[in-house]
């Protein structure tokens, strides 16, 4: 099964800097997805980012990238620049298919990020 | 177009009772999913409908149930609720089932008291 590894409960950041949320993951399908969503106080889940196992490009959109290391099964998120809304909880999530058309997120635990003035 | 809406967005209910939740896929959207977000337990997944089926199902106790209309409307049910059902649910659509295609609702919140 697919397991999704986020080690930092909280990240600080001061206003303008660079912030890089760390996840880990572990599969055995050589073919897997691998997602960033933030979700505001508010509780709605917004896409970020996503990056495909054979993408040969690391993933960018905006102020987000997406440092992918396939051989360490690391999928950092870097948010450069960062704005005060930026503050939120981060989750890292990984597709899984079990079959049938189907498809779900694996979640990581989340990491809460505070941007300050 | 309008995204996905999940009502009530909030709702307070005590041990024993049973609660229904609603959610409105975006328009022409087929696959609704459902998650549980616990502070314990993180982000789960419930279920999956297409096409009013059900096609996967998390690991949780049979006291939840969904289902699915012709209008890809979708509802889930928890019966003889507990305090650790206390939780934001959020539903989800896209077109056939592919996450990379979903969107999230905002959320039910439920609180059992």
């Known amino acids: 099964a697919q397991k999704i590894t986020q080690t930092q409960p909280g990240m600080f950041v001061q206003e303008k800097e660079a912030v890089t949320l760390d996840c880990t993951y572990d599969?055995?399908?050589?073919?897997?997805?691998l997602f960033w969503y933030k979700q505001p106080s508010s509780g709605e889940m917004i896409f970020l980012i996503y990056?495909?196992?054979?993408?040969?490009q690391n993933a960018t959109e905006g102020r987000y990238s997406l440092n992918f290391q396939k051989a360490r099964k690391s999928a950092n998120l870097v948010i450069s620049a960062s704005q005060l809304g930026d503050s939120a909880m981060y989750f890292c999530?990984?597709?899984?298919?079990?079959?049938?058309?189907?498809?779900?997120?694996?979640f990581g635990k989340g990491t809460k990020l505070t941007v300050n003035p | 177009k309008a995204g996905v809406t999940q009502t009530p967005r909030y709702l307070i209910k005590t041990r024993g009772q049973q609660v229904t939740l609603s959610c409105s896929p975006i328009?022409?959207?087929?696959?609704v999913s459902w998650y549980q977000q616990t502070p314990g337990q993180g982000l789960q997944f419930l279920f999956e409908?297409?096409?009013?089926?059900?096609?996967n199902k998390g690991n949780f106790p049979g006291r939840f149930s969904g289902r699915q209309f012709s209008n890809s409307r979708s509802e889930m049910n928890v019966s003889t609720l507990e305090l650790g059902d206390s939780a934001l649910y959020l539903c989800?659509?896209?077109?056939?089932?592919?996450?990379?295609?979903?969107?999230f609702g905002p959320g039910t919140r439920l609180l059992v008291l």
């Open positions: 989800a659509s896209s077109l056939r089932g592919t996450v990379l295609s979903q969107y």
């Open positions: 599969t055995s399908d050589p073919s897997y997805g």
């Open positions: 990056q495909g196992s054979y993408d040969q």
């Open positions: 999530a990984m597709r899984e298919a079990p079959g049938g058309g189907s498809e779900k997120l694996v």
């Open positions: 328009s022409g959207h087929r696959s």
């Open positions: 409908y297409f096409s009013e089926t059900q096609r």
